[in-house]
């Protein structure tokens, strides 16, 4: 994988409970959603980042051990990291407010207060922009041939979508 749950320990994308080593049932919980949306969002997101073949040779890349490291892959990977944890956060952001269930869409409660986490979501996103248009010129000057940046990877939001 090109991240893992420490993207998520501290800093902007800091998430509660996320850590490292997971002591508790909660840490593993936490660990194990962060994990599945890592898996389930990397495809799409080389997809987009890097285009077609170029990205299933990146993700099968990252997903196996290497005796011999391929160092263009691994400075692609590199360049990758912080735009994806950003990616991943966006969506985590926008999925968590409600779980799904057999007859709908349930909105979570604990002790604590929702927010809306569109301010959050706008800040990351914006963030994972800047962060791609780095990638371009990293790809550029890593004479990486192929590489196609979707467009939406490259615009801002604003929280009207405007």
């Keep these: 994988m090109i991240i893992d749950v420490t993207s998520f320990t501290s800093?902007?994308?800091q998430i509660e409970n996320a850590a490292e080593?997971?002591?508790s049932a909660n840490q593993v919980a936490v660990a194990g959603r962060i994990s599945g949306y890592i898996d389930a969002l990397q495809p799409d997101f080389l997809k987009h980042a890097v285009g077609m073949p170029?990205?299933?040779q990146i993700d099968e890349y990252s997903r196996n051990n290497h005796e011999e490291p391929d160092a263009t892959m691994e400075a692609l990977i590199a360049?990758?990291?912080e735009p994806f944890a950003d990616f991943v956060f966006?969506?985590?952001l926008r999925d968590m407010n409600s779980q799904p269930t057999i007859t709908g869409l349930v909105q979570l409660k604990c002790?604590?207060?929702y927010v809306?986490?569109?301010d959050k979501g706008v800040q990351i996103w914006n963030h994972m922009v800047d962060e791609m248009r780095c990638f371009v010129g990293d790809a550029d000057a890593l004479n990486v041939e192929g590489v196609v940046v979707d467009k939406?990877?490259?615009t801002y939001i604003n929280q009207f979508n405007l």
Excluded: H, V
């Design 11 to 13: 800093g902007a994308r």
């Design 90 to 92: 966006f969506y985590m």
């Design 111 to 113: 002790a604590n207060s």
């Design 79 to 81: 360049s990758l990291k």
């Design 54 to 56: 170029l990205a299933s």
């Design 21 to 23: 080593t997971q002591k």
């Design 152 to 154: 939406n990877l490259l």
């Design 116 to 118: 809306s986490p569109l």
